[in-house]
């Protein structure tokens, strides 16, 4: 992350103790302002975390069931016969076609669709596999779980994760990402293309409850510290999150609910990562030693996944 390039926020905490935190290079490249830590990036597809809590705070209140079948709450979903239930879609396991590997995404990218457009964009495709089959990343299923919140809370996305997540534990430069909204230190994001441009643009309405929350560092810390003390789910519920779950053979398929469950020096972390147009993203937590790393990028050409995961291993005894 050289100086004149776009750039990055890192930092490193340890036993509630932040121990690094630094920005590099520039946060926009036609203003010449340099990046600092508390500035604010899109995220990506770490807002799959906040989808799963939402889920699960759904679930624990007694709104839903996480065997629920989906149709459920999306009467006129084509199941074509198969048992879909909200736990496929929180593992990426439903066999859903992933709309994002769509050619006909580019016709939409652009246009603000309401939840159940973007769902009816997609909805008649084939399954890629039957549920429980197969681990298969899919944002198609993330987006029905955003579209299942409104329809259990009655209240959109943006306003449940605003209301119940954001606004409790203090996310105060967290945001539902919107393009017209003044966003007080918004980075700009960019992309390579043999020199650097910037991001195509992209309607939110896309990604949803995908992909489309902003945030900072500092943020992301309270919301992981929340995780860690309960705050939004009982013990219980919040272990839900974190188990490695299995398909149908009894294979585990190493993610819970929003988490991946991989290894970084023999140690089992939770870990996420998010791509969108102009950003990458990545945390990564190991409870043992409560160690938590995060890394914001806004070029889509330079991912901080690598350098987390590394950090994340320094710091582990």
């Known amino acids: 992350f050289k100086p004149e390039n776009p750039g990055a926020v890192f930092m490193a905490v340890k036993k509630g103790e932040v121990i690094y935190r630094k920005a590099f290079g520039m946060a926009n490249l036609e203003f010449d302002i340099k990046m600092k830590p508390e500035f604010v990036f899109e ?10 809590v939402s889920i699960l705070m759904l679930a624990e209140q007694g709104k839903l069931k996480l065997n ?3 149709t459920k709450f999306i009467p006129d979903y084509p199941i074509n016969g198969n048992r879909i239930t909200i736990h496929h879609l929180l593992t990426h396991t439903s066999g859903i076609k992933d709309f994002t590997s769509m050619k006909e995404i580019k016709d939409i990218a652009r246009r603000d669709l309401s939840p159940k457009e973007l769902v009816d964009f997609f909805k008649n495709e084939p399954i890629d596999l039957l549920p429980g089959k197969q681990y298969k990343y899919c944002n198609s299923g993330y987006v029905l779980l955003g579209y299942i919140i409104e329809t259990v809370s009655g209240q959109s996305y943006e306003e449940f994760i605003t209301n119940n997540i954001f606004k409790k534990i203090g996310m105060e430069n967290t945001y ?17 293309k043999g020199g650097y441009i910037n991001a195509n643009y ?13 945030s900072n560092v500092d943020d992301m810390l309270k919301w992981q510290n929340a995780i860690n003390e309960n705050v939004l789910l009982n013990a219980a519920f919040t272990e839900k999150a974190f188990t490695n779950y299995q398909l149908d053979n009894g294979i585990k398929i190493d993610y819970g609910y929003g988490w991946h469950l991989e290894k970084v020096k023999d140690k089992i972390v939770r870990e996420h990562g998010g791509s969108i147009f102009g950003f990458k993203s990545m945390g990564v937590y190991e409870p043992s030693e409560q160690i938590y790393v995060i890394g914001l990028s806004n070029c889509d050409c330079n991912s901080p996944t690598s350098i987390t995961r590394d950090i994340a291993s320094l710091l582990i005894d």
């Open 43 to 52: 995220i990506g597809s770490m807002t799959k975390q906040f989808t799963a």
């Open 68 to 70: 629920d079948e989906i």
């Open 176 to 192: 539902y990402a919107n393009h017209e909204k003044i966003i007080k230190n918004r980075v700009s994001g960019y992309r390579d």
């Open 202 to 214: 992209i309607s939110f309405s896309i990604p949803y409850a995908s992909g489309s929350i902003m």
